[in-house]
Protein backbone atom coordinates (compact mmCIF):
# COMPACT_ATOMS: atom_id res chain seq x y z
CA UNK A 1 0.00 0.00 0.00
CA UNK A 2 1.57 3.48 -0.97
CA UNK A 3 1.63 5.70 2.09
CA UNK A 4 2.21 9.17 1.74
CA UNK A 5 0.89 11.19 4.90
CA UNK A 6 0.94 10.38 8.15
CA UNK A 7 0.87 11.54 12.13
CA UNK A 8 2.99 10.48 14.23
CA UNK A 9 4.81 11.47 17.90
CA UNK A 10 7.81 11.91 19.01
CA UNK A 11 9.81 11.99 22.23
CA UNK A 12 13.59 12.58 22.72
CA UNK A 13 14.96 11.04 25.90
CA UNK A 14 15.53 12.86 29.34
CA UNK A 15 18.61 13.33 30.53
CA UNK A 16 20.34 10.86 33.09
CA UNK A 17 20.19 12.50 36.73
CA UNK A 18 23.27 14.06 38.32
CA UNK A 19 23.92 11.79 41.94
CA UNK A 20 24.51 13.31 44.99
CA UNK A 21 27.62 11.24 46.59
CA UNK A 22 30.49 12.03 49.04
CA UNK A 23 33.65 9.79 48.60
CA UNK A 24 34.05 6.90 50.60
CA UNK A 25 37.41 5.35 51.24
CA UNK A 26 39.95 3.90 54.18
CA UNK A 27 41.11 6.01 56.41
CA UNK A 28 39.04 9.30 54.77
CA UNK A 29 35.96 10.04 57.13
CA UNK A 30 34.74 13.27 55.44
CA UNK A 31 35.20 12.54 52.01
CA UNK A 32 33.80 15.68 48.92
CA UNK A 33 31.37 15.46 46.70
CA UNK A 34 31.93 13.02 43.91
CA UNK A 35 28.55 12.44 42.71
CA UNK A 36 28.93 11.77 39.00
CA UNK A 37 26.54 13.96 35.88
CA UNK A 38 23.84 12.07 34.05
CA UNK A 39 24.38 11.00 31.04
CA UNK A 40 22.48 12.65 27.83
CA UNK A 41 19.29 11.98 26.50
CA UNK A 42 18.51 10.36 23.18
CA UNK A 43 18.23 12.78 19.86
CA UNK A 44 15.35 12.46 17.46
CA UNK A 45 17.49 11.95 14.17
CA UNK A 46 15.63 11.67 10.50
CA UNK A 47 17.33 9.97 8.16
CA UNK A 48 16.54 9.41 4.56
CA UNK A 49 16.89 5.78 3.09
CA UNK A 50 17.18 5.89 -0.48
CA UNK A 51 15.48 2.89 -0.95
CA UNK A 52 12.22 3.52 0.62
CA UNK A 53 9.51 5.24 -1.46
CA UNK A 54 6.21 5.12 0.92
CA UNK A 55 5.97 6.06 4.61
CA UNK A 56 4.21 2.93 5.15
CA UNK A 57 5.89 2.19 8.15
CA UNK A 58 4.39 4.75 10.04
CA UNK A 59 0.99 2.77 9.51
CA UNK A 60 1.52 0.78 12.64
CA UNK A 61 3.87 2.41 14.24
CA UNK A 62 3.23 6.08 15.10
CA UNK A 63 4.94 7.01 18.77
CA UNK A 64 8.95 6.66 18.44
CA UNK A 65 10.64 7.62 21.94
CA UNK A 66 14.08 7.95 22.08
CA UNK A 67 16.21 6.27 25.18
CA UNK A 68 16.85 8.57 28.59
CA UNK A 69 20.43 9.16 29.48
CA UNK A 70 22.27 7.32 32.48
CA UNK A 71 22.50 8.85 35.91
CA UNK A 72 25.61 9.60 37.31
CA UNK A 73 28.17 7.02 39.43
CA UNK A 74 29.98 7.37 42.09
CA UNK A 75 33.87 8.99 41.88
CA UNK A 76 32.77 11.24 39.35
CA UNK A 77 31.54 8.67 36.66
CA UNK A 78 29.49 10.30 34.56
CA UNK A 79 26.21 8.76 33.21
CA UNK A 80 26.48 7.00 30.04
CA UNK A 81 24.32 8.97 26.95
CA UNK A 82 21.91 7.54 25.28
CA UNK A 83 21.88 6.46 21.48
CA UNK A 84 20.04 8.79 19.55
CA UNK A 85 16.66 7.26 17.66
CA UNK A 86 16.86 6.77 14.05
CA UNK A 87 14.09 7.40 12.26
CA UNK A 88 14.39 6.73 8.49
CA UNK A 89 11.96 8.62 5.73
CA UNK A 90 12.18 8.43 2.01
CA UNK A 91 13.52 11.01 -0.17
CA UNK A 92 11.61 13.89 -0.91
CA UNK A 93 9.56 13.82 2.98
CA UNK A 94 8.45 17.32 4.12
CA UNK A 95 7.72 17.17 7.92
CA UNK A 96 5.52 19.79 9.62
CA UNK A 97 4.92 20.68 13.29
CA UNK A 98 1.11 18.89 13.40
CA UNK A 99 0.09 21.65 16.39
CA UNK A 100 1.20 24.45 13.88
CA UNK A 101 1.13 23.58 10.60
CA UNK A 102 4.37 24.66 10.43
CA UNK A 103 7.05 23.55 7.82
CA UNK A 104 10.35 22.10 9.82
CA UNK A 105 12.53 20.32 6.89
CA UNK A 106 12.29 19.71 3.83
CA UNK A 107 14.53 16.04 3.41
CA UNK A 108 15.79 15.31 -0.53
CA UNK A 109 19.15 14.62 -0.17
CA UNK A 110 20.21 10.98 -0.10
CA UNK A 111 21.57 10.31 3.68
CA UNK A 112 20.85 13.44 4.94
CA UNK A 113 19.92 13.67 8.39
CA UNK A 114 18.37 16.04 10.92
CA UNK A 115 17.79 16.63 14.57
CA UNK A 116 14.53 17.00 15.17
CA UNK A 117 14.64 16.89 18.91
CA UNK A 118 17.69 17.03 21.05
CA UNK A 119 18.00 14.72 23.49
CA UNK A 120 18.06 16.41 27.57
CA UNK A 121 21.21 17.36 29.09
CA UNK A 122 21.69 15.59 31.74
CA UNK A 123 21.88 16.84 34.94
CA UNK A 124 25.00 17.94 37.30
CA UNK A 125 26.01 15.94 40.06
CA UNK A 126 26.97 17.42 43.83
CA UNK A 127 30.34 18.25 43.21
CA UNK A 128 28.96 21.50 40.53
CA UNK A 129 26.93 22.94 43.62
CA UNK A 130 30.58 23.15 46.17
CA UNK A 131 31.39 26.54 47.13
CA UNK A 132 33.43 28.23 49.85
CA UNK A 133 30.60 28.00 52.43
CA UNK A 134 28.98 24.67 51.36
CA UNK A 135 31.62 21.89 51.23
CA UNK A 136 29.73 19.13 51.52
CA UNK A 137 26.48 19.77 49.13
CA UNK A 138 23.71 17.10 48.89
CA UNK A 139 22.07 18.50 46.22
CA UNK A 140 22.06 17.79 42.22
CA UNK A 141 20.44 18.48 39.23
CA UNK A 142 17.94 15.64 37.13
CA UNK A 143 17.75 15.17 34.28
CA UNK A 144 16.74 17.78 31.44
CA UNK A 145 13.37 16.58 29.97
CA UNK A 146 13.61 15.82 26.31
CA UNK A 147 11.32 18.05 23.66
CA UNK A 148 7.91 16.09 22.39
CA UNK A 149 6.46 16.95 19.20
CA UNK A 150 3.21 16.01 17.18
CA UNK A 151 4.28 15.51 13.44
CA UNK A 152 2.60 15.47 9.89
CA UNK A 153 4.93 13.52 7.77
CA UNK A 154 4.27 14.24 3.94
CA UNK A 155 6.08 12.69 0.67
CA UNK A 156 6.56 13.87 -2.19
CA UNK A 157 7.83 11.55 -4.83
CA UNK A 158 11.68 12.46 -6.01
CA UNK A 159 11.30 11.65 -10.08
CA UNK A 160 12.93 13.13 -13.44
CA UNK A 161 9.99 12.70 -14.48
CA UNK A 162 6.27 12.26 -13.64
CA UNK A 163 3.48 11.17 -16.02
CA UNK A 164 0.44 12.84 -16.06
CA UNK A 165 -3.10 12.54 -18.30
CA UNK A 166 -6.69 11.99 -17.80
CA UNK A 167 -7.84 8.20 -16.52
CA UNK A 168 -6.97 5.49 -18.64
CA UNK A 169 -4.82 7.08 -20.92
CA UNK A 170 -2.36 4.42 -20.31
CA UNK A 171 0.19 5.94 -18.15
CA UNK A 172 0.58 2.44 -15.71
CA UNK A 173 1.06 0.49 -19.55
CA UNK A 174 3.63 3.34 -20.26
CA UNK A 175 5.13 3.00 -16.98
CA UNK A 176 5.15 -0.73 -17.23
CA UNK A 177 6.64 -0.91 -21.02
CA UNK A 178 9.60 1.01 -20.25
CA UNK A 179 10.41 0.34 -16.69
CA UNK A 180 11.00 -2.65 -14.47
CA UNK A 181 7.77 -1.42 -12.42
CA UNK A 182 4.47 -3.52 -12.37
CA UNK A 183 1.28 -1.55 -11.75
CA UNK A 184 -1.73 -2.45 -12.06
CA UNK A 185 -3.25 -2.42 -15.22
CA UNK A 186 -6.94 -3.07 -16.70
CA UNK A 187 -9.09 -1.34 -19.13
CA UNK A 188 -11.06 1.05 -17.58
CA UNK A 189 -10.48 4.41 -14.82
CA UNK A 190 -8.95 4.66 -11.88
CA UNK A 191 -6.80 1.32 -12.50
CA UNK A 192 -4.31 3.36 -10.57
CA UNK A 193 -5.02 4.16 -7.43
CA UNK A 194 -1.35 5.50 -5.96
CA UNK A 195 1.68 6.85 -7.56
CA UNK A 196 4.11 4.15 -9.25
CA UNK A 197 7.46 4.66 -9.46
CA UNK A 198 9.75 3.19 -12.33
CA UNK A 199 13.76 3.33 -13.44
CA UNK A 200 14.54 3.55 -16.90
CA UNK A 201 18.50 2.28 -18.14
CA UNK A 202 18.90 3.88 -21.78
CA UNK A 203 22.64 3.32 -21.17
CA UNK A 204 25.68 3.02 -18.54
CA UNK A 205 25.09 6.72 -18.47
CA UNK A 206 21.72 7.52 -18.78
CA UNK A 207 18.99 6.81 -16.08
CA UNK A 208 15.78 8.06 -15.96
CA UNK A 209 13.29 7.77 -12.64
CA UNK A 210 9.75 8.13 -13.77
CA UNK A 211 6.56 8.55 -11.39
CA UNK A 212 3.11 7.33 -12.83
CA UNK A 213 0.46 9.76 -11.64
CA UNK A 214 -3.06 8.39 -10.87
CA UNK A 215 -5.37 9.84 -13.26
CA UNK A 216 -6.43 13.46 -12.90
CA UNK A 217 -10.21 14.77 -13.14
CA UNK A 218 -11.80 18.58 -13.17
CA UNK A 219 -11.66 19.51 -9.68
CA UNK A 220 -8.42 17.64 -9.05
CA UNK A 221 -6.65 20.78 -7.92
CA UNK A 222 -9.57 21.29 -4.74
CA UNK A 223 -9.26 17.84 -4.20
CA UNK A 224 -11.99 16.25 -6.41
CA UNK A 225 -11.11 12.31 -6.89
CA UNK A 226 -8.11 13.21 -4.51
CA UNK A 227 -6.60 14.76 -7.27
CA UNK A 228 -4.79 17.29 -4.94
CA UNK A 229 -2.75 14.25 -2.94
CA UNK A 230 -1.57 13.04 -6.22
CA UNK A 231 -0.41 16.24 -7.74
CA UNK A 232 1.85 17.09 -5.10
CA UNK A 233 4.11 14.05 -6.15
CA UNK A 234 4.18 15.78 -9.40
CA UNK A 235 5.77 19.17 -7.76
CA UNK A 236 9.32 17.48 -7.80
CA UNK A 237 9.50 16.34 -11.35
CA UNK A 238 11.74 18.40 -13.81
CA UNK A 239 10.03 17.17 -16.81
CA UNK A 240 6.06 16.12 -17.55
CA UNK A 241 5.33 13.13 -20.27
CA UNK A 242 1.68 14.37 -21.11
CA UNK A 243 -0.05 11.34 -21.87
CA UNK A 244 -3.25 11.81 -23.93
CA UNK A 245 -5.46 9.08 -24.69
CA UNK A 246 -5.91 8.17 -28.63
CA UNK A 247 -9.28 6.66 -28.13
CA UNK A 248 -10.97 9.92 -26.48
CA UNK A 249 -13.61 12.03 -28.34
CA UNK A 250 -11.34 15.10 -27.79
CA UNK A 251 -7.44 14.53 -26.84
CA UNK A 252 -7.08 18.83 -26.70
CA UNK A 253 -9.75 19.50 -24.87
CA UNK A 254 -8.05 16.76 -22.42
CA UNK A 255 -4.93 18.64 -22.66
CA UNK A 256 -6.78 21.91 -22.17
CA UNK A 257 -8.44 20.59 -19.02
CA UNK A 258 -5.15 18.67 -17.05
CA UNK A 259 -2.62 21.98 -17.85
CA UNK A 260 -5.71 23.73 -16.25
CA UNK A 261 -5.71 21.69 -12.86
CA UNK A 262 -1.92 21.86 -12.65
CA UNK A 263 -1.68 25.88 -12.80
CA UNK A 264 -4.64 25.83 -10.39
CA UNK A 265 -2.80 23.37 -8.03
CA UNK A 266 0.56 25.04 -8.05
CA UNK A 267 1.23 28.31 -10.97
CA UNK A 268 5.16 26.29 -11.28
CA UNK A 269 3.60 22.94 -12.82
CA UNK A 270 2.00 24.79 -15.30
CA UNK A 271 5.84 25.73 -16.25
CA UNK A 272 7.51 22.78 -16.23
CA UNK A 273 8.84 21.46 -19.52
CA UNK A 274 6.40 19.19 -21.36
CA UNK A 275 6.15 16.16 -23.92
CA UNK A 276 2.87 15.71 -25.80
CA UNK A 277 2.26 12.02 -26.48
CA UNK A 278 -0.25 10.76 -27.97
CA UNK A 279 -0.95 6.68 -26.94
CA UNK A 280 -2.90 3.75 -28.19
CA UNK A 281 -1.36 4.54 -32.39
CA UNK A 282 -1.72 0.66 -32.22
CA UNK A 283 -5.69 1.13 -32.75
CA UNK A 284 -6.31 1.91 -36.36
CA UNK A 285 -8.56 4.01 -35.73
CA UNK A 286 -6.35 6.57 -33.92
CA UNK A 287 -3.74 5.78 -36.47
CA UNK A 288 -6.18 7.33 -39.17
CA UNK A 289 -7.07 10.87 -36.99
CA UNK A 290 -2.83 11.14 -35.97
CA UNK A 291 -2.35 13.56 -38.89
CA UNK A 292 -5.14 15.75 -38.04
CA UNK A 293 -4.24 16.07 -34.38
CA UNK A 294 -0.92 16.82 -34.74
CA UNK A 295 -1.76 19.89 -37.24
CA UNK A 296 -4.21 21.05 -34.72
CA UNK A 297 -0.83 20.90 -31.72
CA UNK A 298 1.21 22.52 -34.80
CA UNK A 299 -1.28 25.92 -34.72
CA UNK A 300 -0.54 25.82 -31.08
CA UNK A 301 3.32 25.39 -30.94
CA UNK A 302 3.29 21.75 -29.53
CA UNK A 303 5.05 18.64 -31.17
CA UNK A 304 2.72 15.81 -30.80
CA UNK A 305 4.35 12.51 -30.69
CA UNK A 306 2.82 9.67 -31.00
CA UNK A 307 3.31 6.03 -29.45
CA UNK A 308 1.28 2.73 -28.35
CA UNK A 309 2.61 1.53 -24.71
CA UNK A 310 0.76 -1.69 -25.66
CA UNK A 311 2.96 -2.60 -29.09
CA UNK A 312 5.54 -0.82 -27.54
CA UNK A 313 5.92 1.41 -30.63
CA UNK A 314 8.41 4.61 -30.55
CA UNK A 315 8.84 4.18 -26.70
CA UNK A 316 12.83 4.05 -27.31
CA UNK A 317 12.48 7.20 -29.32
CA UNK A 318 9.96 8.85 -26.53
CA UNK A 319 12.66 8.17 -23.80
CA UNK A 320 15.56 9.54 -25.45
CA UNK A 321 14.06 12.38 -25.80
CA UNK A 322 13.18 12.50 -22.92
CA UNK A 323 16.85 12.08 -21.53
CA UNK A 324 17.18 15.22 -23.76
CA UNK A 325 14.61 17.69 -22.26
CA UNK A 326 15.76 16.86 -19.17
CA UNK A 327 18.90 18.10 -19.64
CA UNK A 328 18.51 21.03 -21.07
CA UNK A 329 15.84 21.54 -18.20
CA UNK A 330 17.39 23.34 -14.71
CA UNK A 331 18.33 21.46 -11.71
CA UNK A 332 15.91 22.11 -8.88
CA UNK A 333 16.76 24.48 -5.79
CA UNK A 334 17.30 21.87 -3.23
CA UNK A 335 16.83 23.18 0.46
CA UNK A 336 19.61 23.24 2.97
CA UNK A 337 19.98 20.03 4.56
CA UNK A 338 19.91 22.01 8.28
CA UNK A 339 17.91 25.16 6.93
CA UNK A 340 14.73 25.42 9.07
CA UNK A 341 12.88 28.08 6.56
CA UNK A 342 10.50 30.78 7.82
CA UNK A 343 7.35 30.40 6.21
CA UNK A 344 4.89 33.34 6.45
CA UNK A 345 1.27 32.71 5.44
CA UNK A 346 0.52 33.03 1.38
CA UNK A 347 -2.76 34.64 -0.04
CA UNK A 348 -4.56 31.86 -1.57
CA UNK A 349 -4.23 31.85 -5.37
CA UNK A 350 -8.38 30.40 -5.74
CA UNK A 351 -9.27 34.18 -3.91
CA UNK A 352 -10.51 36.63 -6.69
CA UNK A 353 -11.94 39.82 -6.67
CA UNK A 354 -15.02 41.46 -9.41
CA UNK A 355 -14.73 44.94 -10.10
CA UNK A 356 -17.09 46.84 -12.81
CA UNK A 357 -14.93 49.09 -15.01
CA UNK A 358 -15.90 52.64 -15.96
CA UNK A 359 -17.02 51.58 -19.29
CA UNK A 360 -19.41 48.83 -17.56
CA UNK A 361 -17.67 45.80 -18.25
CA UNK A 362 -17.09 43.43 -15.05
CA UNK A 363 -13.86 42.39 -14.67
CA UNK A 364 -12.49 39.42 -12.46
CA UNK A 365 -9.57 38.96 -11.33
CA UNK A 366 -7.87 36.45 -9.15
CA UNK A 367 -4.15 34.15 -10.29
CA UNK A 368 -5.90 31.01 -10.08
CA UNK A 369 -9.13 31.48 -12.46
CA UNK A 370 -6.85 34.12 -14.77
CA UNK A 371 -4.26 31.28 -15.23
CA UNK A 372 -7.22 28.53 -16.03
CA UNK A 373 -8.54 31.17 -18.55
CA UNK A 374 -4.89 31.79 -20.12
CA UNK A 375 -4.93 27.70 -20.63
CA UNK A 376 -8.32 27.53 -21.79
CA UNK A 377 -8.95 26.65 -25.66
CA UNK A 378 -11.58 29.23 -26.45
CA UNK A 379 -12.13 27.75 -29.67
CA UNK A 380 -13.29 24.49 -28.67
CA UNK A 381 -16.99 24.56 -27.19
CA UNK A 382 -16.23 21.50 -24.53
CA UNK A 383 -13.07 23.91 -22.97
CA UNK A 384 -15.30 26.89 -22.68
CA UNK A 385 -18.05 24.09 -21.37
CA UNK A 386 -15.36 23.11 -19.17
CA UNK A 387 -14.15 26.48 -17.96
CA UNK A 388 -17.70 27.60 -16.73
CA UNK A 389 -17.56 24.64 -14.67
CA UNK A 390 -14.57 25.35 -13.32
CA UNK A 391 -15.91 29.21 -12.69
CA UNK A 392 -18.95 27.72 -10.72
CA UNK A 393 -16.68 25.65 -8.70
CA UNK A 394 -14.41 28.06 -7.16
CA UNK A 395 -17.56 30.92 -6.98
CA UNK A 396 -16.93 33.13 -9.47
CA UNK A 397 -20.62 32.66 -10.75
CA UNK A 398 -22.26 33.35 -7.66
CA UNK A 399 -20.22 36.15 -6.86
CA UNK A 400 -20.84 37.72 -10.49
CA UNK A 401 -24.52 37.45 -9.40
CA UNK A 402 -24.73 38.69 -5.84
CA UNK A 403 -22.18 41.54 -7.91
CA UNK A 404 -24.92 42.70 -10.15
CA UNK A 405 -24.11 41.09 -13.37
CA UNK A 406 -26.57 40.99 -16.16
CA UNK A 407 -27.30 39.31 -19.43
CA UNK A 408 -25.62 40.46 -22.02
CA UNK A 409 -22.94 42.70 -20.07
CA UNK A 410 -19.56 41.68 -20.76
CA UNK A 411 -17.22 40.15 -18.42
CA UNK A 412 -13.33 40.39 -18.44
CA UNK A 413 -10.86 37.69 -17.08
CA UNK A 414 -7.44 38.93 -18.09
CA UNK A 415 -6.99 39.42 -21.42
CA UNK A 416 -10.23 37.36 -22.33
CA UNK A 417 -13.96 38.76 -22.29
CA UNK A 418 -16.95 37.50 -22.70
CA UNK A 419 -20.92 37.84 -22.36
CA UNK A 420 -22.64 37.08 -19.58
CA UNK A 421 -25.39 34.64 -19.78
CA UNK A 422 -27.10 33.08 -17.23
Same mark, same amino acid.
Given at each position: ???? /???? !????????D???????????????????????????????N?H???????????????????????????????????????????? !???????? @???????????????G??????????????????????????????????????? *???????? +?? *???S??? &????????????Y??????????? =????????? =?L????????????????G????????????????????S????????? @??????????????K??? =????????????????????????????????????????TD?????????????? +? /?????????? !?????? *???F??????????????K &???? *????? !?? /????? @??????????????????? &??????E????????F????
Amino acid at each position: MFID /EVKI !YVRSGKGGDGMVHFLQQKFITHGGPDGGDGGKGGNIIFVVNNHMNTLQLFQHKTHFIADDGRKGGVNNQTGRGAKGLIIEVPPGTLI !YDSDSSAL @IVDLVEKDQQFILCQGGRGGKGNPHFKNSRNQAPRTAEKGEPGEEKNLRLELKLI *ADIGIVGM +PN *AGKSSLL &AAVTNARPKIANYPFTTLEPNLGV =VNLDDNTTL =VLADIPGLVEGAHMGVGLGDSFLRHIQRCRVLIHLLNGESEDPLADFSQ @INSELALFDPMLGEKSQL =VVLNKIDNPEVLAKVAGLQKEFKKRGIQLLTISALARTNLTDLMWKTAQLLRESPE +P /ELPAAHAIPV !YRPEED *ARNFTILKDSDGKWRVKGK &AIER *AAAMT !YW /EMEES @IRRFQRLMDTLGVDDALRK &AGVENGETVCIGEFEFDWQD
